[in-house]
């Protein structure tokens, strides 16, 4: 009897030990899961930062060469008159 008590508590605990170590990898994969989206979103930052720089500088060459039209214009316009 005391046999088949110990063999269904071995079976319990051999359960509880097999739970437990299931939950801590799903909790490991859950951080490492966690990791990948920060990685992920901090690239697609610094992506668009990128962007946002090469659209600013574009946006500087075109004003600077909007600014350039108008002073040569301005200047014929007086030249002119």
């Given at each position: 009897m005391q046999a088949i008590k110990d063999k269904?508590?071995?079976m319990n605990e051999t359960r509880k030990?097999?739970?437990e170590a299931k939950a801590e990898e799903q909790a490991e994969k859950d951080v490492a899961k966690a990791r990948m989206d920060i990685?992920?979103?901090v690239r697609m930052a610094k992506e668009a930062?990128?962007?946002m720089d090469m659209h600013v500088k574009k946006?500087?060459?075109l004003?600077?060469?909007e600014m350039e039209k108008q002073?040569?214009?301005n200047e014929n316009a007086d030249a002119n008159s």
């Open positions: 269904l508590h071995d030990a097999k739970a990685a992920h979103e930062e990128v962007e946006a500087g060459r004003a600077q060469r002073a040569k214009e």
